[in-house]
C-alpha cells in the first residue's frame, strides 16, 4: 500500500507559478511511475503530466507542454509539478497517482494509487 500526499497548491494570478510536490510513502519509490492529473469542476478528471520511474522520460498533456514540468527526486519520494504561466482554465484539484512498476502512461486506469488532491485556483 502506498499513501500519496499533494502539497503546494493555493491562489495565484494569471501569468504566475506554482511549484506542487507530491510525497509517497512507497518503501522504493523507484518501482512507481508517476503521474499528475485534475479535475475542474463539472470536467472528468484529466491527465497533465507523467514520468518514467527513473525520471528519464516524460510525457505531457497538450494544454500544459511547454508550461508545466514534471520531474521526481528518488531518494526523497517525491514528485513535483513545475507549473508556470498559469492560466484560469488550469484551476482544479490537482492529483497525484502511482503505478508500480509501470511505465509512462496519460490513461488513470494504468495507476494504482492516487493522492486526495491539492486546489490550484489561478485568478484572472
Known amino acids: 500500500q502506498v499513501q500519496l500526499a499533494e502539497s503546494g497548491g493555493g491562489l495565484v494570478q494569471a501569468g504566475g507559478s506554482l511549484r506542487l510536490s507530491c510525497a509517497a510513502s512507497a518503501r522504493t519509490f523507484s518501482d512507481y511511475a508517476m503521474g499528475w492529473f485534475r479535475q475542474a469542476p463539472g470536467k472528468e478528471r484529466a491527465f497533465v503530466a507523467t514520468?518514467?520511474?527513473?525520471?528519464?522520460?516524460?510525457y505531457y498533456a497538450g494544454t500544459v507542454k511547454g508550461r508545466f514540468t514534471i520531474s521526481r527526486d528518488n531518494a526523497k519520494s517525491t514528485v513535483y509539478l513545475q507549473m508556470n504561466s498559469l492560466k484560469p482554465e488550469d484551476t482544479a484539484v490537482y492529483y497525484c497517482?502511482?503505478?508500480?512498476?509501470?511505465?509512462?502512461?496519460?490513461?488513470?486506469?494504468?495507476?494504482?494509487?492516487w493522492g486526495q488532491g491539492t486546489q490550484l485556483t489561478v485568478s484572472s
Open positions: 514520468i518514467s520511474r527513473d525520471g528519464a522520460t516524460t
Open positions: 497517482a502511482a503505478a508500480l512498476y509501470g511505465s509512462v502512461s496519460s490513461v488513470p486506469d494504468k495507476y494504482h494509487y
